[in-house]
């Protein structure tokens, strides 16, 4: 028997082995730092980012492929990839208070945080399924145990624990799915899947069978109905930056994996799979829109509303045009900064450690006490309700352009609607901001801030703002991703 070496190519992985390689120096810097030099290992997380988005800059446009074609590095990989990024450098900001006042171990948090990060970069890279279980698995792993950081906290044990046992079950699926499809095709990797569809269709019962598996396994990480039950009790009892990286990271990653095998395998463009799509984005979105209003914990009603909003991207999957998939990317990143930056606003606002602002109510006035916090709260809900110029309107205008350009005119109405429907929880927040009297008479007095988290909110502020009004440049970048992707 011949003993084959794989072809081994780190160049392939380089920026997620740089990611790894940082996440272990700032474990190794956390075991002898004293606890006032502790910010040091934020910066180092910091640098290992722009040293990794160096390397991204590096590869744009080159077609990478290593271990046999197991991951590749192509325009679309590196654009998620970016969002990832980006996502990570916004939550380290946003962790440098939680982390002084709350978190017993500086190290293991951020080093987390960036283990994380890699498998999301490995998993949207992966052009084989078992790559991309390993990717999911090893971000999903970092979430669980950044989730339950707080120890001391009963909620935060109590997400913690949630997380974990639906996410292993939703695993369950996933590798079954992989099984499944492998056994039908006796492939795990995306061109092979390819040729067994043009060959053969959907006529073998088992080949079905394990998509479906594998798209539920997807739907936990992206919180589609019905398989969202877990996101509210989970954002609510994670630490708020985790909860904000954790809501545009694990979804952006489902969603990476979704345009693969919707491009990859364009027969899935069958009736029976749209009509499943188009359902399962209606719900999505109208679910997560309903229940979003009549919340009053602040991190719920964001909870709620980014299962809407992953209804509002599913529109686009159903497009599965080239505008789609560059208005998902767009979409995506604008989601980056608005979401973020909202969780970014709560995590100002909160009190670390015991009782935190949560209450919409709490929120009575603020607009006068803090206004550069309730100027930034206010520009990423008006750009999550979408309303011009913010990048959250003009995320919505490609996405709904490209669902109607494909044909999908009642579910682009339905999606307006809900639009408009969930300006009413957003606009709320607002309203109770500048046009209402605080409870008692009396705003509650700011816990003392670092400067990661104000630099956050400005530069999540400015990227809503720079994409809103001058949207050109960046849908033109995606525009040209979108267009390698299809010839791949």
């Known amino acids: ?35 006032i030099q502790r910010e040091i290992l934020a910066i180092v997380g910091i640098v290992g980012l722009i040293v990794t988005l160096k390397e991204l800059g590096g590869m744009w446009g080159r077609h990478i492929t290593g271990f046999n074609g197991m991951v590749g590095n192509d325009n679309i990989t590196l654009a998620f990839q970016l969002i990832f990024i980006i996502a990570a450098f916004l939550a380290i900001l946003l962790a440098l208070n939680h982390v002084e006042d709350t978190y017993v171990s500086y190290g293991d948090f ?27 698995e090893l971000f999903s792993i970092s979430l669980y145990i950044l989730t339950g950081f707080r120890k001391m906290r009963a909620d935060s044990i109590e997400a913690a624990l949630k997380y974990f046992l639906l996410g292993a079950f939703s695993t369950g699926f996933l590798l079954y799915g992989i099984a499944l499809i492998y056994g039908a095709t006796g492939s795990f990797t995306f061109e092979g899947i390819l040729n067994y569809v043009n060959s053969h269709g959907f006529t073998n019962v088992m080949f079905v069978a394990g ?4 798209m539920i396994g997807l739907s936990f990480k992206a919180a589609f109905v019905p398989f969202h039950q877990w996101t509210p009790d989970v954002y609510q009892g994670a630490p708020t930056p985790v909860t904000a990286f954790m809501s545009v990271g694990a979804k952006a990653a489902a969603f990476a994996v979704l345009i693969r095998l919707f491009v990859s395998v364009a027969a899935f463009s069958t009736q029976e799979w749209t009509t499943a799509i188009w359902v399962l984005a209606f719900l999505t979105m109208t679910v997560g829109n309903v229940v979003a209003l009549v919340q009053r914990n602040i991190k719920r009603m964001l909870a709620y509303s980014s299962i809407a909003h992953a209804g509002y991207i599913l529109v686009a999957v159903l497009a599965g045009n080239e505008m789609g998939r560059s208005a998902i990317l767009f979409y995506l990143l604008a989601y980056t900064f608005m979401n973020l930056g909202a969780f970014g606003v709560v995590s100002y606002l ?8 949560l209450k919409i109510e709490s929120y009575r006035g603020i607009g006068y006490k803090y206004p550069f916090a309730a100027l930034a709260m206010a520009v ?38 809900n639009s408009v429907m969930s300006a009413y929880y957003y606009l709320r927040v607002v309203v109770a901001m500048y046009m209402q009297e605080p409870e008692g008479g009396k705003v509650f007095e700011m816990p003392t801030t670092s400067w990661g988290v104000g630099l956050a909110l400005l530069i999540a502020m400015l990227g809503v703002l720079y994409m809103g009004i001058f949207p050109s440049s960046m849908m033109a970048l995606f525009q040209k991703t979108a267009v390698l992707i299809s010839l791949l």
Do not use: C, R
């Not at 011949?2 to 272990?24: G, R």
């Not at 998509?211 to 594998?214: D, E, K, P, Q, Y």
């Not at 909160?350 to 602002?357: A, P």
């Open 211 to 214: 998509i479906i598996l594998f």
């Open 110 to 136: 951020y080093a987390l945080l960036l283990f994380g990060l890699s498998g999301m970069m490995v998993m949207v890279q992966g052009l084989n399924l078992l790559v991309v279980f390993l990717g999911l």
């Open 380 to 417: 990423f809900m008006f750009s999550l309700a979408g309303v011009p110029p913010t990048a959250g309107f003009v995320g919505k205008f490609y996405m709904f352009s490209a669902a109607l350009k494909a044909g999908f005119v009642w579910l682009v109405i339905l999606s307006v609607l």
């Open 350 to 357: 909160g009190i670390s450690g015991k009782v935190e602002n």
């Open 1 to 35: 028997m011949d003993l084959i070496i794989p072809q081994i190519n780190f160049a392939a992985i380089a920026p997620a082995l740089t990611v790894v390689i940082t996440a272990s120096v700032i474990l190794f810097l956390g075991l002898f730092l004293p606890k």
